[in-house]
């Protein structure tokens, strides 16, 4: 049996598992979005559970002829230990589009098959009467905006290595991703995901920190067709203008969904502002550098620890 096969019958046992051994054997920092772990995420004795609320907007053509605009704003609840955290998202979202793209995990994206473009890539077959029927707004192609529960997310992540003098802080993170966005809609695919990864943050001296995270996550397929499943990854740095205080900046990529489809390419700029042991701020911009990623994309947050 293939290794991913093996995960694919037995992923969900393994998601399972890992979030048990993350629930009784951990206690963690963690990170909302794109939120970077660093020395002042770490919990305090009193506050184990944290609240956030990071609403984000994202427009572009996800390599398509259409732009679609998303409006995402999760509410998640999270609870903190020392070696790990556990947490699930539930958010709203709002999308503007012909059907061209959806969200998937709240990353949006292009899911309609290669084929229902012409060669140029963006230029939409509306000679083909199956690729039609995926558009929301039918033959007429007209954009539609729908708004809704998202897909409910669920995370555990585990620190499995602590930072030492020339060891980086080593965390391995699991999620899955519930169905609960409406298919028809355009919110959502429809179908159930789950991935794992591993992340890894070292500091350089006072105040720089590294980061290299990557992982892969298995996509189920919606009803009318197949996707591809993603692996990912990101790279970047970050500076403490002050210990509470860190911008940082990193590059993105994820496999693309479709198949011959160019990879989803970014470089996100974030800031992270602790103002008390209870209160802290996050916010970024992004910029796409391929055309199945968002042309720009914006997200400010906060959250509450008790």
């Not at 609960?180 to 943050?201: M, N, Q, W």
């Not at 103002?275 to 996050?282: G, H, K, L, Q, Y």
Request: proline share 4%; hydrophobic share 35%; glycine share 12%.
């Amino acid at each position: 049996m293939s290794i991913d096969m093996f995960l694919r019958r037995y992923g969900i046992v393994i998601v399972a598992v890992l979030g048990c051994i993350t629930t009784f054997h951990s206690e963690t920092l963690a990170a909302d979005g794109k939120e970077k772990i660093g020395p002042e995420q770490r919990p305090s004795a009193e506050r184990n559970w944290q609240i956030g609320f990071t609403p984000s907007y994202s427009s572009g053509n996800f390599g398509t002829g259409t732009t679609s605009e998303f409006v995402y704003v999760p509410v998640s609840i999270r609870r903190l230990f020392r070696d790990g955290d556990v947490s699930v998202v539930i958010p709203f979202v709002s999308v503007t589009s012909d059907g061209s793209a959806t969200l998937v995990g709240g990353q949006p994206t292009s899911t309609l098959p290669e084929d229902c473009f012409k060669k140029s890539g963006t230029e939409f077959r509306s000679d083909k009467p199956e690729c039609l029927a995926l558009l929301q707004g039918g033959a007429s192609g007209q954009k539609v905006t729908n708004s809704g529960l998202g897909d409910i997310i669920l995370r555990g992540r585990y620190y499995a290595v602590e930072e030492k003098e020339y060891v980086p802080l080593i965390a391995v993170t699991t999620r899955i991703k519930l169905p609960t966005a409406s298919e028809s809609k355009g919110l959502g695919t429809g179908a159930l995901d789950h991935g794992y990864g591993v992340e890894l943050s070292k500091m350089l001296g006072d105040k720089w920190i590294a980061f290299l995270d990557g992982g892969y996550n298995f996509i189920g397929d919606p009803d009318s067709r197949a996707l591809q499943n993603q692996y990912w990854f990101d790279v970047g740095g970050g500076h403490y203008l002050t210990k509470s205080f860190l911008v940082s900046v990193y590059y993105e990529e994820y496999r693309s969904l479709v198949a011959s489809r160019v990879n989803i390419r970014d470089v996100f700029c974030a800031f992270n502002y602790k103002m008390s042991d209870a209160v802290r701020f996050n916010g970024g911009v992004t910029v796409g550098l391929s055309n199945s990623a968002p042309d720009y994309g914006v997200s400010l947050g906060t959250s509450y620890r008790f």
